[in-house]
Structure formats: C-alpha cells, structure tokens
C-alpha cells in the first residue's frame, strides 16, 4: 500500500464507522422513544416486532424504503430533492469534531477515535450545524405548500435566535478551557468529576443549562418544535415529503440531538472521561473501550432526557419562544460570560 | 489533493456565483449565493486561514444569508420586482462601471510588481490565536470602532423599525 493512501483509509474507516454508528443510533433511539413515550402515557408502545419490539426499527426502516415518493406537482424540483441531504449531511458534519475517546490500538496502527481534530473543531460543530437549516428552510420553500412554508420560516427565525444563546452559552467554556480544539478541551478536565467544566473546573452550571435549552430549541424538538407543531401545520416543513426523503429529515433530526448531546458532554461533563483517574489513564484496548463506553453512556443519558421531555412538557407558544430566547437566554448567556470572564481575570478557575 | 479541491471549489464558486445574477428567482439566487459563500470558505481553508473559513460559514452562510432568504419568502418580493425597471442611466451605467472595476483590480493584481513569491505562511497563521492577538494588539483600534459601529448601525436599524419605542 502506499505511504500517502493509508492516513486516508483510515480516515475513510473512521468516518464509515462513526456515520453507521449514528444511523444505528437513531435505530435504536426510535425504539426507545416509543417505548418510553408510551410508558410515560400508561401505554404499551411497539412491543409485537422481535423481543420487546427491538425489530420495530428495522421494520420502519424497510416501509420507509417501500412506501411510494411523492413530488408535489408545483414543488421546485430541484430544491425540494436536495433540501434533505443538505439537512443530513450537515447533521452529520457536526459530529465529526466530537472527540469519543483519546486512542485505539488497531493492528499496530494509532487511531486517535476523532474524525476532525481541528484548531477550531468546534466552530465546525456550530457551523455545520447552522448550515442545517437550510434543508428545512428549502423544504419549505420548495414544498410549495403555505404549512410547509410557515415550517420554514419559523425554522430559520428559530434556529437564528437560539443560536446566539447556543454559541454565547460556550464561550463560557472557551475562556474557562482557553482552545478550540474539542480533544484538548476534554482533557483539560481531567481527574475527578469535580474537574469538570459544569462544577468546579469552570463553574459552567449556568452555561450548561443555557446550552441545553437552547440545544433543544436547534433541534426543533418539544417544547420548542414550532417548525412542526402538528396541530398548527400539520407536519411543517415536512408535510410534502414521503418515503426515503421524509426519513432523512427524521434521521437528520435525532443525528442533531446526538451531536448536541454529544457537544454537551464534551464542553461540560468530562466527555468520554470517568472522572475515575485510574480508568481513564488505563490506556490499551480495554482503556478505549471503557471511554467510548462512557460517552456513550453519558450521551445516552441525555438522549433519554431528550424523549422524557418531549412527552412531559407542552408545546411554547411562537411568540413566547421568541421571547424566552431573547429577553432570558440571551442576558443569561451573557451574565454567564461576564461572570466567567471575572473567574478568570482573578484566577479562580 | 490541494489542485482537486480548488478546482472543485472554483467550478462551485463560479457557477453558483452566475447563478446568482442570471437566475429568475430570488430564492434560489440566494440559495446560490449561500453555495457561493460556503465554496469561498473553502478557498480560505486551503489557504491556511481556518479560522476565516469557519466564521465565514458560521456568520455570513450560516446567518445572514439565513436572513436574507427569511425576508424574500416573508414579504415574498418575487412580483413587485420583476416589474419594477431599472432606469435607463443605471443599465448603461452599471456595465460600463462593472468593466471599470475589473480593470482597476487586474492593474492592482498584475501591476503590483511584487514578481517574488510570498514567504509561506507559519504554522500557526490563521488559528484563533493568532486572530485573536492581532486583533487585540496591532489592530485594536479599528477594532474597537468596527464595533461601535456596528452599535451604531443596531441602533439606527431598530429606531428605523420601530418609530414609537
């Protein structure tokens, strides 16, 4: 094999492995959904598919592939066909900066278990993610279709507004951890779960809170999912799309909650650290595997959180959405620096 | 490797950005305006400067364009401006300024004179750090009143829309 082909290869592994690793991840986290929804409403859920209804994934899977596509007669071609790659893509960009461990050892070779271990890594997590929304923004607008465009529009004024909550809430964490660079921001937080960022490794909890609400209010997920709220639009931006098209919004959406769940981890809880030093400095295989293991562990726990409160909490209103995001959050994000600033300037943290 | 992706990005930049002029619709001018944006990041990212190339997206791509797109489908100006003409000294005027400014920045291009090639930028050019001190030292002034500026012009924009405060 030659020498410039195999930094490549490996890279192509990796990023074959992590993208499968999410689209089975979303598998899984349908079931999930269902299953806890419906026991949060004294209902039984898909329990008839395989045991305790773990085939129901896959048999979504295939009626999505069956089901008939269907283009509006008066869509924009074009536009309407690329508006759910543009969303699943760029879901799928922003997890490439998120570390899952430090190093596997694989045939003699060093995988460091990070796509893109850039200086400014998590700026590309923010901006793939801000490029997300013009898949729901084209949907609408090509759908053609008055609830799919009001889908859009609230869409794109939604994710601007919380955007700013989003990036303000993490530069919290950047002035605590002084880089960019996601790897380097976990490690920084070494040693007991006291380290971490939310307690006393930056005294982020504000921050973290901020980023979370504001992490579901990205992902168009209750209580903030205006751009679909069923009982106003019908279904929003998707209304029009069938079969394979629709299930790429669907995967694009639950991709996002991973990648924001994962972006939470990382700037605040330690990422894939146990906040046991004895584990996390192991090293080997087995040391991998225990920190892939945990953050995926700590990411699952706020996948969960994500269902529970889709099915807990009613849906906001537009007005009091926009509201929240920009007389609350916004200050709040912005107190959160300034106290930051001064935890720095005085050496605290 | 770096000739494939600028070849790519310069096809992409370039058809997306005759898109935007000779296209119909706004939307879709927009739309390819974005393309445009997001193709000159990529310029920047092989030129070293990524961090240029992520606020690029971020900001303008991811933002501003967002924006723009919000307010052609609110207001929804496809009609109004179709059958709105340009005056007469503004068709003749704009192709005749047009060809000015290409002249003016192929003499600045070529006429330079600097024939010798820039020194290769170090390692670090082009991170957050480096921005950022240059920012905060050699060009702290006009950065600071870029800022007030764009105070100023919030300000303004927000009296504009709203006269009774």
Redesign the interface.
Known sequence: MPQGLEPILINAAKIFAIANALMASVAILTWIERRLSAIIQFRLGPNRVGPAGLFQPLADGIKFFMKEETIPADA?KG?FIIAPFIALVSALTAFAVIPIGTQIEIAGRVIDLVILD???GL??A??AS??G??GI??AG?ASNSKYA?MG??RA??Q??SY?LALGLSIVGVLSVSGT?RPTEIVALQAGSPWQWNIFGGGWQLLGFMIFMVAGYAETNRLPFDMPEAESELVAGYHTEYSSMKFSMFFMAEYIAMITISGMAVTLFLGGYLTGIPALDTMGGILGALIQIGTFVTKVGFFLILFVWVRWTLPRFRYDQLMDLGWKRLFPLALLNLLVTALLVAFDIV | MEQIAFIVLSGLALISALVVVFHRNQVISALALAGNLVAIAGFYMLLNAQFLALLQVIVYAGAIMVLVLFVIMLLNVAEEARSHDSSPIQRYLSPILAIVFVVALGAALFGSGSAEPFAPASDSFGTVDQVGISLFTTFFYAFEVISLLLVVAMVGSVLLAKRRL
Do not use: N, P, Q, T
Request: with cysteine; hydrophobic share 65%.
């Open positions: 924009r536009v850039l200086d400014g700026l590309v923010l901006a801000s490029l929304v013009y923004v084209c607008w465009l859009g529009l794109s004024a994710m601007i955007e960019l």
